[in-house]
């Protein structure tokens, strides 16, 4: 009676880590897509990504780079300070985004250009996303507007 308590125990045990691996391993096929990885100017001239690789870059608009082409197609610079980086975006710029203020674009770096799907701009006054500030911080040219 009691070797069949423990081969049921066991076999509940087996089904249960059986059960764990696979949904985590579904997990991560559905995520798969959905995670980008940020990196900021510095680190993508440092180590350019590969072509087919999305990801997510942050910096400044740099000053003066601000271009717009025929129709909604836009080339700019973003900079951390310690690199510059030229994108190229097809498509309508956030009410807020101009130079010199803080952006996040989604994207693949291309021959050496930046081709943003997705670019996203600070929301008011002093808002900066987290990972900008970092790069910027790590550069050392981050001023806290707050004091």
Do not use: C, W
């Not at 897509?33 to 910096?59: C, K, L, T, W």
């Not at 002093?126 to 004091?147: I, R």
């Amino acid at each position: 009676m009691k070797s069949l308590k423990k081969q049921r125990r066991i076999q509940i045990i087996a089904l249960a880590a059986v059960a764990l691996t696979v949904s985590t391993v579904l997990i991560g096929y559905a995520m798969r897509d959905g995670i980008n990885f940020f990196r900021a100017p510095s680190q993508i001239v440092a180590e350019p990504p590969g072509p087919n690789e999305v990801f997510r870059i942050g910096g400044l608009v740099a000053d003066g780079s601000l271009i717009r082409g025929q129709g909604e197609s836009i080339r700019f610079e973003v900079t951390d300070g310690g690199a510059a980086v030229p994108v190229v975006f097809t498509g309508v710029l956030p009410d807020l985004f101009e130079e010199n203020q803080g952006m996040v674009g989604t994207g693949r770096y291309i021959n050496g250009v930046f081709e943003a799907s997705e670019i996203l701009a600070k929301h008011d006054e002093t808002y900066m996303p987290s990972e900008v500030v970092d790069a910027l911080k790590a550069q050392g040219v981050y001023q806290d507007p707050n004091g």
